[in-house]
């Protein structure tokens, strides 16, 4: 087995503009941080819009061997004998028990190509750009940007036109079943799911297996599409950006609020998190 029975934190990380930059993609202010985590005893779950091959790059490049949720909750990757992962419609991949929450990518392209005659010089998705498109579109070396376009369970569409016809757009989908939400840079569209209904899933998944209640969690985040996460968890961590405001929250309570910027300020909030729930090595 990979998890210990003191697990009784948990924290919940987007990815861009949070644990990692957002023009250069960089981690390298977060990962001291990280392990220390490890070193505690708390998993680091990333809950992002990025793919499972962007996000298993990820954690083996810095050794994270928890689950993670994709494309904005679309799916739970859990690695294999984590879990008994019981009682859950899943499938399953070399490494990991996948556990989806939606309906696959082909569906929510048939209805994005259904309106490309309405709106179809008022944006460009990911399906139609080759890779040297995605690249200029990203910032992403060639690598990554390949990881980015294998997506299973959801749909990028970079928005071009104006306000009024990007509410019409979403709207179309929304009366097709589709879910549209506002990412950094992209519109992600895809299944009636969100990064807050699987954070709730996996930390009963933890407090059932681990017979833990209850389980201590944070989530962290900066943009419009982490609002259920940041919602859902016991506290939430706004990571300040360069680029735009921060979200609203309904919440009053449990809101935290970095002074620094993607990377540094995940690690300054962090640090206050486990500094407040008085979390030292050995203490988890």
Same mark, same amino acid.
């Given at each position: ?33 990280? %392990? ?52 859950? %419609? ?61 997506? %299973? ?49 996996? /930390? %009963? ?47 009053? #309570? ?17 640090? #206050?998190?486990?500094? /407040? ?8």
């Amino acid at each position: 087995m990979i998890i210990k029975p003191n697990y009784r934190s948990l924290i919940f990380s987007d990815l861009d503009g949070c644990f990692l930059d957002h023009n250069d993609y960089q981690f390298n202010h977060a990962i001291d941080q990280a %392990q220390k985590l490890e070193v505690l005893g708390i998993p680091l779950i990333f809950n992002s819009s990025k793919t499972s091959s962007e996000i298993k790059s990820l954690c083996a490049e810095i050794e994270n061997r928890h689950p993670f949720i994709v494309e904005n909750g679309s799916a739970v990757f859990i690695p294999k004998n984590y879990f008994s992962c019981r009682g859950h %419609q899943k499938t399953s991949t070399l490494h990991y028990e996948v556990f989806p929450f939606s309906r696959e990518r082909q569906h929510w392209l048939e209805c994005i190509d259904i309106l490309k005659p309405k709106f179809g010089g008022d944006f460009v998705n990911f399906n139609d750009l080759s890779l040297d498109e995605v690249i200029d579109l990203t910032g992403l070396k060639k690598d990554d940007a390949i990881a980015a376009m294998d997506r %299973q369970y959801s749909e990028p569409v970079f928005w071009r036109s104006s306000q009024m016809r990007r509410t019409k757009f979403i709207t179309s989908l929304q009366e097709k079943g589709a879910t549209v939400k506002q990412g950094g840079r992209f519109l992600s569209v895809g299944g009636d799911c969100d990064k807050g209904t699987a954070l709730i899933w996996l /930390r %009963q998944l933890f407090a059932t297996e681990l017979s833990i209640n209850p389980v201590n969690d944070l989530a962290i985040g900066d943009s419009e599409n982490d609002l259920p996460m940041l919602e859902a968890a016991q506290e939430a961590l706004l990571i300040r950006s360069p680029n735009h405001t921060f979200p609203n929250l309904n919440r009053a #309570s449990g809101v935290f609020k970095s002074k620094k910027f993607g990377p540094k300020g995940w690690t300054e909030g962090i640090a #206050s998190w486990l500094q /407040r729930h008085k979390i030292n090595q050995g203490e988890c």
